[in-house]
């Protein structure tokens, strides 16, 4: 099949370039930068750009579509354009070319509402109860796509929670930068329970909606791990692969949650557009139990997670322990030495 990946410059879109690549399919990408993944067809644009999208989705027969505004703060207006214009563009635009398939990259956040999620499926996409313009925005995408499914094209929504894993500069890196500064608070002591995803799991499990779609067109799953954590454990799990202490401090998750709504009407009344240290959805993040029910996933995609929990942050250890940032910077020394004494230690286990 001759593919189109949609934002594949991410951490994650990248992955599934190169996972299709590898099962011998012709890959074409699209983004703003060079997607960096060698073997395709990179096209260039704004999913704002017909012309350009236009280009990139010529000759597809199918598309994974990951390209977003990802982040925690920022103008409303640019959330709606490019989550909410650009899919409603991609899905115009592919239908009219013929595509037969197209899977939408969506979030767990999209039927987030603030409580805790304790062993639920993928339920409905609310952009009304939504916590702030990402999950809005992407909840408002998502049933688009899911309102465009139809026999002759086929569209189905995979929901990967919290993808992490080496070079990422969404959570692993902020973590470790973070911590490495004293600025990492654990929230109620890291009791709250929650998933993750290994990236290589999240990229299979969305290549295998591409090719399970006769069982999930027309529907949402979320996928994860499946192997819920404290996360306080998970931080800590991350600083010791990148060489950094753990927090070792906990504020009230009441009170993370309400400062979080100061500082974000003070960061929007300042114009300042660096991220925030801390806002609602995030302390509701940290401090709120959020796992899922992974049993119809697997059953649908015909999937399971290849990389535990464990393995994911020994890959991680191995990664900070070559060197080099994913930005090219040299690793504090501290951290390589501890990546170091990591691997050392599965080495001895290893040989035991």
């Not at 236009?54 to 598309?63: K, L, M, Q, Y």
């Not at 929670?161 to 080496?166: A, D, E, L, S, T």
């Not at 109620?188 to 990236?199: P, Q, S």
Request: glycine share 10%; proline share 5%; net charge neutral.
């Amino acid at each position: 099949m001759r593919i189109l990946v949609t934002g594949a410059s991410g951490l994650l879109g990248g992955e599934v370039a190169r996972q299709l690549l590898r099962q011998g399919h012709a890959v074409a990408t699209f983004q703003r930068r060079p997607s960096g993944v060698d073997g395709v067809e990179d096209f260039r644009g704004s999913i704002n750009d017909d012309a350009a999208l236009r280009s990139a989705v010529d000759g597809a027969e199918g598309i994974i579509h990951l390209a977003a505004k990802v982040s925690i703060t920022g103008p409303a207006a640019e959330f709606d354009a490019l989550n909410v214009g650009g899919t409603r563009r991609l899905l115009r635009l592919a239908g009219a070319a013929g595509v037969r398939d197209v899977v939408y990259v969506s979030s767990p956040s999209v039927a987030h509402s603030g409580a805790a999620i304790v062993g639920l499926g993928a339920e409905q996409a609310d952009p009304s109860h939504a916590r702030g313009d990402y999950a809005r925005t992407k909840a408002e995408a998502e049933l688009l796509a899911l309102a465009a499914d139809r026999p002759d094209f086929r569209v189905a929504a995979v929901r990967p929670h919290i993808v992490w894993g080496p070079g990422d500069t969404q959570l692993v890196e902020r973590v470790l930068t973070r911590a490495s500064h004293g600025r990492l608070p654990l929230l109620d002591a890291g009791a709250a329970l929650i998933d993750t995803t290994y990236v290589d799991n999240a990229a299979a499990a969305i290549v295998a909606a591409l090719h399970r779609m006769e069982h999930v067109h027309g529907r949402a799953v979320v996928v994860s791990n499946g192997e819920p954590r404290p996360i306080g454990e998970l931080l800590a799990g991350i600083c010791t692969a990148g060489g950094v202490a753990p927090p070792s401090w906990s504020v009230p998750g009441a009170a993370a949650r309400a400062a979080g709504a100061v500082v974000e009407k003070l960061w929007t009344w300042a114009g300042r557009k660096e991220e925030p240290p801390m806002t609602r959805f995030l302390a509701e993040q940290l401090s709120t139990a959020h796992w899922f029910d992974q049993r119809a996933t697997r059953e649908l995609l015909d999937w399971a997670p290849a990389v535990s929990i464990d393995e994911g942050l020994a890959r991680l250890a191995e990664y900070y322990g070559r060197n080099f940032r994913s930005d090219g910077r040299s690793l504090p020394a501290s951290m390589l030495h501890a990546a170091g004494q990591n691997r050392a230690k599965r080495l001895l286990l290893r040989n035991r």
